[in-house]
Each structure stands twice: as structure tokens, then as C-alpha cells.
């Protein structure tokens, strides 16, 4: 029988394996890098999906405004890509957003087809000057970003 993933709220003891992850995917220039001291001061944004004891994918809410979160460092671990766990953690985000009141739900991302398949919609990313400005402008791609804003409106 296949193990079954469980989405949960991170915890101190997975910043190591969230920084792994991570570090994977800043490496291939396709999410920023997050540090260890980063990550423990932001562990309580972050779920985790965990099969077998073991953190096979992540991702947090930063929000951005009063009305607006965004979905930050999402990653599924090699070798359980195509389960469904990316949209097992984004609609745990979901639900963190909607129990905080927020009706806005945005990412910045390369993998348009999977947002569109969990019902967000291609925006343009001058829309947000609250990500513009608190993290663009520290951004190496600050004036060629090749990634594409994505928003889902929450009822």
C-alpha cells in the first residue's frame, strides 16, 4: 500500500530538511534562497507535507497587506513530484488565508499550468507594489524577472 502524505503545520525540527529543499530549487535560480536563521523565525508561515516521517514538500504564506498573502517557497521534493502534493499544500495555504480573513492569495512562479489547474488566475505583477517593494527591489532579476504573477481571489 502506497504511503500517504499528510500536510501539517512546520515545526523547528524541519528547518534543516526545509532549508535542503529550498536550497535545491535557489540553486537552480527558480525560488530565493532562504537561510537557517530565516527559516526559524519564519516556521510558523510554512506547512510541510511528510510521507513516512520524511518532509517531501513545503510552502508559506508572507503577507503583503491587509487584504493580500502571498505563496512562497512551494517545492515538492524529487522523486514525489505528480502526486499531488503541491496541490495538497497550496490548498492548506488556502484555508491559513481565508481563516486570517484575507481575500487575496498571489505567487510569483514558472509553473503557470498548476496554479491555473488550482483556480488561480495569470495577472500582471505591477498590480502588487507590496511584493514590488519589499521584495523585488532586492531581487537579482529586479528589471528582467521572468516570472509570471498569479492571483486567486478567496470567498
Known amino acids: ?33 532562504r537561510s537557517r536563521a530565516v527559516l526559524e523565525r519564519q516556521i510558523s508561515d510554512f506547512v510541510v507535507a511528510e510521507m513516512d516521517g520524511r518532509i517531501v514538500g513545503c510552502g508559506s504564506l508572507c503577507r503583503l497587506g491587509e487584504e493580500l498573502v502571498e505563496i512562497r517557497s512551494l517545492g515538492i521534493a524529487e522523486g514525489y513530484k505528480g502526486r499531488g502534493l503541491g496541490s495538497m499544500l497550496v490548498e492548506e495555504l488556502v484555508l491559513q488565508a481565508k481563516r486570517q480573513g484575507i481575500p487575496k492569495i498571489m505567487a510569483l512562479t514558472y509553473e503557470v499550468s498548476f496554479f491555473l489547474k488550482n483556480g488561480f488566475a495569470v ?25 509570471i504573477a498569479v492571483l486567486k481571489i478567496l470567498d
Open 1 to 33: 500500500m502506497p504511503a500517504v502524505a499528510v500536510c501539517r503545520q512546520a515545526r523547528l525540527e524541519d528547518v534543516e530538511p526545509l532549508f535542503t529543499m529550498i536550497e535545491g530549487y535557489a540553486r537552480q535560480g527558480i525560488m530565493l534562497p
Open 123 to 147: 495577472v500582471e505583477k505591477e498590480i502588487f507594489p507590496e511584493k514590488v517593494w519589499t521584495d523585488c527591489v532586492n531581487c537579482a532579476k529586479q528589471h528582467c524577472c521572468d516570472e
